[in-house]
């Protein structure tokens, strides 16, 4: 059996989104959030949501793209509440209670905005979940990213995993010594705070080491060949050219919105 | 002019950049190419520092004051480092800081070095199954390497640092995470190793003395001891704390001696020992 072998029969479940490259999927996440924010009627923003949601729904559903959806829920409740009190074009009022109007106005802004952080979520979630690093760098490389570059991305994506290893590994540490139960949120609040600056130093600490290993074994050699990407992608140049012009015109059309209403 | 044929360090001391405290200092000392050599010594003794001179890491990724001449053969870490890493590779104390992080699998893991010096594909399907066999990873060679366990991982490193069959090893505490049945067979096979001139640090110290052909002894960054494993831990000195062999510690319990004050510190010694007791 071939150890390393990359061919298409040989990767067990291969599912739709592996056919997909991960520049596309980020022009998708890219295109969709200009989307938004060109076209915004409700009812297209809702279908648009509905749509990335769809999308994320048929990849894999990892748990930080579910914790982030979680945060953006309480964020989105906190932003409808304030701004349908509180937006500077409330007028019709939508309902009272103890004398306290909420307004449709700030209520339709806020659901708006809602919407948009909410594709934006889902898709960058759709690209995180189904890309893992290496097939990025490796893709990147293989359309001729030079490797220094691919290096500091690889090693931006690597943060902030790395820092929530570390984080989950002392706060473990602390657990089991019975130094802070961390049971409520402020309890792990409270953990988190001494911690932090050792933490980042020990991350960036490791992303030296990392650096220094990858010299070491000899990833800025001349003689070096490419890694071949995991997977075949699908009409990827295509894809590229049709989704930069797309994301290109909606950016124009947007800009177009902005400088339209001065003229 | 350096001898090809020997590691020699003269008058070596450095100081990290941004820090007042000298980790080696006048380190003098030297050794036959294609030799085991045991680094020991409690923590902050500077075998760490040590290891990244020998490797080149000092001073071209790590600033610092560093004085003195190191020369392995006739190459400099210092002046000829691109080409000394060509034939060396390193495993780092930290086996997660081993990994390149650009690979899925352990098989990829293995061949990210054989990719970076343009081996071919039939090769490195080869090497990276031969290599996998020798440190038991073959179960694991499809599996993600962050779905190993400590000992595997430090095995992945290993393997990571000898797929490119380099002339120089150097390994930093390359066994801390491993069982004793895992550490066994590693030094079982380290000891196979041919034509490879190998630094160890360690502080496996039974294992150590069945395995180096030289001992280098640090203290504070001062290299206090240097010679054969017998030499060395005979003339230990208690005050560094520095752990010894069991074989050693029941000699001397057993007044086993080899002659003028010298108690054997590896089982064929200790073996060679007994017998001479009985013939006697």
Redesign the interface.
């Known amino acids: 059996m ?3 072998d990359n061919s298409l029969s040989n990767i067990a479940k291969i599912r739709w989104y592996n056919l997909i490259d991960p520049v596309t999927k980020l022009l998708v996440a890219l295109f969709l959030t200009m989307l938004s924010f060109v076209f915004t009627n409700l009812y297209f923003e809702v279908s648009l949501v509905l749509i990335s949601f769809v999308l994320l729904l048929l990849s894999r559903l990892s748990s930080a793209t579910i914790n982030a959806v979680y945060f953006c829920l309480f964020l989105i409740v906190t932003m409808i509440l304030i701004q349908g009190l509180f937006y500077s074009g409330n007028v019709h009022p939508l309902f009272s209670i103890m004398n306290i109007t909420f307004y449709r106005e700030g209520a339709l802004y806020a659901v708006t905005m809602s919407a948009r952080i909410l594709i934006i979520i889902f898709a960058i979630g759709f690209f995180m979940s189904t890309t ?4 990025n ?2 893709y990147l490389e293989a359309i001729g990213l030079p490797y220094k570059l691919v290096y500091l991305l ?1 090693s931006v994506c ?1 943060i902030l995993p790395q820092i929530q290893q570390n984080m989950k590994k002392i706060q473990f540490a602390e657990r089991a010594r019975g130094i802070n139960p961390q049971k409520t949120v402020a309890q792990k609040v409270r953990s988190i705070l001494p911690i932090l600056i050792p933490l980042i130093i020990k991350t960036f600490d ?1 992303s030296i ?11 800025d ?1 001349p ?5 071949t990407p ?1 997977y075949h992608y699908v009409r990827a140049r295509f894809n590229h050219y049709l989704l930069s012009f797309l994301t290109i015109f909606l950016i124009g059309c947007k800009l177009w919105q902005i400088f339209s209403r001065f003229l | 002019m350096a001898n090809i044929q020997q590691i020699s360090i003269t008058h070596l001391s450095f100081t990290y950049q941004h820090d007042t405290n000298t980790v080696l200092h006048d380190i003098n000392v030297s050794a036959p190419l294609n030799s085991i050599i045991g680094i020991i010594g409690n923590h902050n003794a500077g075998k760490t520092t040590l290891c990244r001179v020998l490797a080149g890491i000092i001073p071209n990724m790590m600033g610092g004051d560093l004085l003195g001449d190191v020369h392995i053969g006739n190459l400099s870490p210092t002046k000829d480092w691109s080409v000394l890493n060509r034939q060396t590779d390193f495993v780092l104390q930290d086996p997660n800081s081993q990994l390149s992080g650009l690979a899925d699998t352990v098989a990829d893991e293995i061949a990210f070095d054989l990719l970076n010096h343009g081996v071919d594909e039939t090769t490195i399907q080869r090497r990276v199954a031969d290599v996998a066999a020798q440190m038991q990873l073959t179960a694991q060679l499809q599996q993600s390497p962050s779905s190993l366990s400590g000992g595997q991982l430090q095995r992945l490193a290993i393997a990571t640092a000898i797929v490119t069959k380099p002339g120089i090893l150097i390994l930093d505490d390359p066994t801390s995470e491993m069982d004793p049945q895992g550490r066994a067979d590693f030094f079982n096979w380290l000891a196979t190793i041919k034509d490879t001139t190998i630094f160890i640090v360690s502080n496996e110290i039974d294992d150590l003395c069945e395995i180096a052909d030289r001992l280098w002894v640090l203290v504070d960054g001062e290299l206090v001891r240097k010679g054969t494993s017998l030499e060395v831990i005979n003339q230990l000195n208690p005050e560094w704390q520095i752990g010894t062999p069991k074989v050693y510690q029941l000699a001397k319990l057993m007044y086993w001696s080899l002659g003028a004050d010298l108690f054997p510190v590896n089982i064929n010694q200790l073996r060679g020992c007994v017998h001479d007791q009985h013939s006697n």
């Open positions: 071939e150890i390393r893992t690093i290496s097939e760098a490796k690889m690597y490791q080491n990392r650096s220094i290993t990858l010299q070491l074994r000899g990833f050699s003689e070096r060949t490419l890694a995991k």
